[in-house]
Protein backbone atom coordinates (compact mmCIF):
# COMPACT_ATOMS: atom_id res chain seq x y z
CA UNK A 1 0.00 0.00 0.00
CA UNK A 2 1.36 3.29 -0.54
CA UNK A 3 1.05 5.98 1.43
CA UNK A 4 3.10 8.53 4.50
CA UNK A 5 4.11 6.78 7.59
CA UNK A 6 5.52 8.88 10.71
CA UNK A 7 7.05 7.21 13.71
CA UNK A 8 6.69 7.37 16.92
CA UNK A 9 3.00 8.67 17.15
CA UNK A 10 3.38 9.79 20.80
CA UNK A 11 7.12 11.37 21.90
CA UNK A 12 8.09 12.45 24.66
CA UNK A 13 11.26 14.16 25.31
CA UNK A 14 12.74 16.33 28.52
CA UNK A 15 13.40 19.99 27.84
CA UNK A 16 16.80 21.07 26.09
CA UNK A 17 17.27 17.66 24.14
CA UNK A 18 16.79 17.35 20.51
CA UNK A 19 14.75 14.89 18.90
CA UNK A 20 14.22 13.95 15.73
CA UNK A 21 11.14 12.74 13.95
CA UNK A 22 10.82 10.69 10.99
CA UNK A 23 8.56 10.94 7.79
CA UNK A 24 8.81 7.83 5.17
CA UNK A 25 6.46 8.11 1.75
CA UNK A 26 6.24 5.36 -1.07
CA UNK A 27 3.69 7.35 -3.43
CA UNK A 28 7.13 8.42 -5.69
CA UNK A 29 6.49 12.24 -4.61
CA UNK A 30 8.76 14.82 -5.06
CA UNK A 31 7.61 17.39 -2.93
CA UNK A 32 7.48 16.85 1.24
CA UNK A 33 6.64 19.06 3.92
CA UNK A 34 6.62 19.22 7.29
CA UNK A 35 3.91 21.32 9.90
CA UNK A 36 3.30 22.11 12.88
CA UNK A 37 -0.51 22.31 14.60
CA UNK A 38 -1.26 24.18 18.15
CA UNK A 39 -4.84 24.02 19.00
CA UNK A 40 -6.89 26.94 17.52
CA UNK A 41 -4.49 27.81 14.90
CA UNK A 42 -3.91 26.57 11.24
CA UNK A 43 -0.92 24.37 9.74
CA UNK A 44 1.43 26.21 9.93
CA UNK A 45 4.74 25.28 7.60
CA UNK A 46 7.95 24.69 8.54
CA UNK A 47 10.22 23.36 6.26
CA UNK A 48 9.76 22.23 2.57
CA UNK A 49 11.49 20.20 -0.27
CA UNK A 50 10.96 20.19 -3.59
CA UNK A 51 13.57 17.73 -4.54
CA UNK A 52 16.25 15.47 -3.05
CA UNK A 53 19.23 17.63 -1.50
CA UNK A 54 16.75 20.73 -1.65
CA UNK A 55 14.83 22.18 0.81
CA UNK A 56 13.14 25.58 2.09
CA UNK A 57 12.40 27.47 5.31
CA UNK A 58 8.62 27.73 5.69
CA UNK A 59 7.07 30.62 8.08
CA UNK A 60 7.96 29.32 11.42
CA UNK A 61 11.80 27.28 10.74
CA UNK A 62 13.16 28.91 13.90
CA UNK A 63 14.46 26.05 16.14
CA UNK A 64 13.91 23.40 13.22
CA UNK A 65 16.16 21.30 11.04
CA UNK A 66 15.77 18.94 8.00
CA UNK A 67 17.20 16.67 5.90
CA UNK A 68 16.23 15.39 2.58
CA UNK A 69 18.89 12.71 1.29
CA UNK A 70 16.57 10.01 -0.47
CA UNK A 71 13.38 11.12 -2.13
CA UNK A 72 11.42 8.94 0.34
CA UNK A 73 12.47 10.41 3.71
CA UNK A 74 12.17 14.08 4.98
CA UNK A 75 13.03 13.83 8.53
CA UNK A 76 12.56 16.66 11.01
CA UNK A 77 14.75 17.59 14.13
CA UNK A 78 13.46 20.10 16.71
CA UNK A 79 16.62 21.22 18.30
CA UNK A 80 16.94 22.75 22.10
CA UNK A 81 16.66 26.03 20.36
CA UNK A 82 12.42 25.81 19.81
CA UNK A 83 10.84 27.55 22.28
CA UNK A 84 7.61 25.92 22.60
CA UNK A 85 7.89 22.71 20.81
CA UNK A 86 5.15 20.65 21.92
CA UNK A 87 2.77 20.44 19.09
CA UNK A 88 1.33 17.91 17.05
CA UNK A 89 3.09 17.54 14.11
CA UNK A 90 2.29 16.35 10.37
CA UNK A 91 4.28 15.74 7.39
CA UNK A 92 2.77 15.47 3.49
CA UNK A 93 3.91 15.07 0.19
CA UNK A 94 2.55 15.98 -3.02
CA UNK A 95 3.71 15.25 -6.98
CA UNK A 96 5.51 18.62 -7.01
CA UNK A 97 3.48 19.92 -10.20
CA UNK A 98 4.85 23.55 -10.33
CA UNK A 99 2.10 25.93 -10.92
CA UNK A 100 -0.73 23.06 -10.96
CA UNK A 101 -2.87 21.16 -9.36
CA UNK A 102 -0.54 19.65 -6.58
CA UNK A 103 -2.75 17.97 -3.93
CA UNK A 104 -0.33 17.15 -0.40
CA UNK A 105 -1.62 13.89 0.82
CA UNK A 106 -0.61 14.03 4.55
CA UNK A 107 1.11 11.13 7.44
CA UNK A 108 -0.78 10.51 10.62
CA UNK A 109 1.00 12.98 12.61
CA UNK A 110 3.34 12.52 15.74
CA UNK A 111 2.40 14.44 18.97
CA UNK A 112 5.42 15.60 20.60
CA UNK A 113 5.34 16.73 24.64
CA UNK A 114 8.03 18.22 25.97
CA UNK A 115 8.15 18.14 29.75
CA UNK B 1 0.58 39.52 4.23
CA UNK B 2 -1.66 36.27 3.36
CA UNK B 3 -4.84 35.72 5.58
CA UNK B 4 -7.38 33.01 5.78
CA UNK B 5 -10.79 32.91 7.62
CA UNK B 6 -12.98 30.36 8.69
CA UNK B 7 -15.43 30.40 11.49
CA UNK B 8 -14.03 28.43 14.61
CA UNK B 9 -17.05 26.58 15.55
CA UNK B 10 -20.54 25.20 13.92
CA UNK B 11 -23.20 23.25 14.89
CA UNK B 12 -25.74 21.36 12.65
CA UNK B 13 -28.06 18.36 12.86
CA UNK B 14 -27.85 15.02 11.52
CA UNK B 15 -29.44 14.72 8.10
CA UNK B 16 -29.32 18.63 7.65
CA UNK B 17 -27.18 20.84 5.35
CA UNK B 18 -24.52 23.09 6.06
CA UNK B 19 -22.48 25.65 4.90
CA UNK B 20 -18.82 26.36 5.86
CA UNK B 21 -17.45 29.78 4.98
CA UNK B 22 -13.81 30.75 4.22
CA UNK B 23 -12.50 33.96 3.18
CA UNK B 24 -8.95 35.12 1.78
CA UNK B 25 -6.44 37.25 0.47
CA UNK B 26 -3.09 36.04 -0.74
CA UNK B 27 -1.07 36.59 -3.76
CA UNK B 28 -0.43 33.83 -6.34
CA UNK B 29 -3.03 32.47 -5.58
CA UNK B 30 -3.81 29.07 -7.60
CA UNK B 31 -6.83 27.46 -6.18
CA UNK B 32 -8.37 26.49 -2.89
CA UNK B 33 -8.59 23.20 -0.83
CA UNK B 34 -10.94 22.19 1.62
CA UNK B 35 -9.63 19.28 4.07
CA UNK B 36 -11.38 17.20 6.79
CA UNK B 37 -9.70 16.45 9.79
CA UNK B 38 -10.65 14.18 12.69
CA UNK B 39 -9.59 14.90 16.39
CA UNK B 40 -5.77 13.16 16.44
CA UNK B 41 -6.10 12.03 13.01
CA UNK B 42 -3.88 13.16 9.51
CA UNK B 43 -6.17 16.13 7.54
CA UNK B 44 -7.65 14.09 4.56
CA UNK B 45 -8.37 15.90 1.26
CA UNK B 46 -11.46 16.78 0.18
CA UNK B 47 -11.62 18.98 -3.09
CA UNK B 48 -9.80 21.66 -5.07
CA UNK B 49 -11.44 24.26 -6.93
CA UNK B 50 -9.25 26.36 -9.16
CA UNK B 51 -12.05 27.41 -12.05
CA UNK B 52 -15.03 29.80 -9.82
CA UNK B 53 -18.26 28.16 -9.66
CA UNK B 54 -19.62 24.66 -7.35
CA UNK B 55 -18.19 21.51 -7.79
CA UNK B 56 -20.34 18.49 -6.31
CA UNK B 57 -18.66 15.60 -5.52
CA UNK B 58 -21.17 13.14 -3.53
CA UNK B 59 -22.66 14.83 -0.23
CA UNK B 60 -19.88 17.68 -0.31
CA UNK B 61 -19.64 20.43 -2.44
CA UNK B 62 -17.32 22.94 -3.18
CA UNK B 63 -17.47 26.66 -4.21
CA UNK B 64 -14.79 29.33 -5.03
CA UNK B 65 -15.29 33.29 -6.05
CA UNK B 66 -11.66 34.38 -7.15
CA UNK B 67 -13.01 37.87 -7.63
CA UNK B 68 -14.52 38.25 -4.19
CA UNK B 69 -11.67 35.94 -2.25
CA UNK B 70 -14.42 33.70 -1.24
CA UNK B 71 -15.13 29.78 -0.62
CA UNK B 72 -17.50 27.62 1.22
CA UNK B 73 -17.98 24.16 1.37
CA UNK B 74 -21.32 22.81 1.34
CA UNK B 75 -22.14 19.24 3.47
CA UNK B 76 -25.50 17.81 2.47
CA UNK B 77 -27.30 14.81 4.55
CA UNK B 78 -25.18 15.33 7.35
CA UNK B 79 -24.22 12.29 9.43
CA UNK B 80 -22.51 11.43 12.64
CA UNK B 81 -19.05 10.97 11.59
CA UNK B 82 -19.16 14.39 10.04
CA UNK B 83 -18.12 15.90 13.11
CA UNK B 84 -14.72 17.21 12.19
CA UNK B 85 -12.81 19.98 11.75
CA UNK B 86 -12.65 21.43 7.97
CA UNK B 87 -9.73 23.51 7.18
CA UNK B 88 -9.66 25.44 3.84
CA UNK B 89 -6.17 26.46 2.37
CA UNK B 90 -5.22 28.84 0.01
CA UNK B 91 -2.68 26.79 -3.10
CA UNK B 92 0.01 29.75 -3.94
CA UNK B 93 2.56 29.36 -6.49
CA UNK B 94 5.76 32.09 -5.90
CA UNK B 95 8.96 31.75 -6.48
CA UNK B 96 8.73 28.37 -8.48
CA UNK B 97 7.87 27.01 -5.71
CA UNK B 98 4.00 25.38 -4.15
CA UNK B 99 2.51 26.77 -0.88
CA UNK B 100 -0.37 25.88 1.17
CA UNK B 101 -1.83 29.00 3.59
CA UNK B 102 -4.15 27.61 6.26
CA UNK B 103 -7.06 28.78 7.88
CA UNK B 104 -7.48 27.46 11.33
CA UNK B 105 -10.19 24.93 10.70
CA UNK B 106 -13.98 25.22 11.14
CA UNK B 107 -14.84 22.59 14.20
CA UNK B 108 -18.08 21.13 13.19
CA UNK B 109 -20.31 19.00 15.38
CA UNK B 110 -22.87 17.39 14.13
CA UNK B 111 -25.94 16.20 16.72
CA UNK B 112 -28.94 13.92 16.57
Known amino acids: DGGITQSPKYLFRKEGQNVTLSCEQNLNHDAMYWYRQDPGQGLRLIYYSQIVNDFQKGDIAEGYSVSREKKESFPLTVTSAQKNPTAFYLC??????????????FGPGTRLTVL | GQNIDQPTEMTATEGAIVQINCTYQ??????LFWYQQHAGEAPTFLSYNVLDGLEEKGRFSSFLSRSKGYSYLLLKELQMKDSASYLCAAHLFSGGYNKLIFGAGTRLAVHP
Open chain 1, 92 to 105: ASSVGTSGYTDTQY
Open chain 2, 26 to 31: TSGFNG
